[in-house]
């Protein structure tokens, strides 16, 4: 039963793909290529690389991770209140807001100006 419903899935994959397949030749080579970042990936040489936009990417992932440590620990914090707990997490959350008031006010998060 498994194998017979194993073919007939597939089939129908390769029929659908089928039907759904694109000609290449009809001007759609422009948008089937891939997008990487605004870069032509089958150009020669790149352009310049922003480096504002490249530090304000690292903060992005610097600040995404720190805030998703916070899950586990705010999960363990509903079962149990203990003030250990809530005292780390406080600190936790006072470290990640220095960083980030320490790089606004090193213009880092100020995009429009330069």
């Known amino acids: ?5 194993s073919v007939l899935l597939s089939g129908v994959l390769l029929m659908l793909y089928f039907l759904t ?3 290449m030749e009809s001007g759609l080579e422009e948008k089937m290529t891939p997008f990487e970042c605004g870069f032509d990936p089958l150009s020669k040489m790149r352009a310049p690389f922003s480096t504002r936009f490249f530090l304000l990417v690292v ?3 610097i600040f995404d991770v720190e805030v998703a440590l916070l899950f ?3 999960s363990a914090f509903s079962s149990s209140s203990s ?3 809530l005292t780390v ?3 936790f959350i006072a470290i ?3 960083g980030m008031f320490h790089e606004w006010n090193e213009g880092a998060l100020d ?4």
Request: proline share 4%; charged share 0%; aromatic share 22%.
């Open 1 to 5: 039963m498994g194998v017979i419903f």
């Open 21 to 23: 397949y694109f000609n």
């Open 59 to 61: 903060l992005f992932l």
């Open 72 to 74: 586990p620990v705010l």
């Open 83 to 85: 003030t250990m707990i």
């Open 89 to 91: 997490v406080l600190a």
């Open 96 to 98: 990640l807001l220095f």
């Open 111 to 114: 995009w429009v100006s330069g």
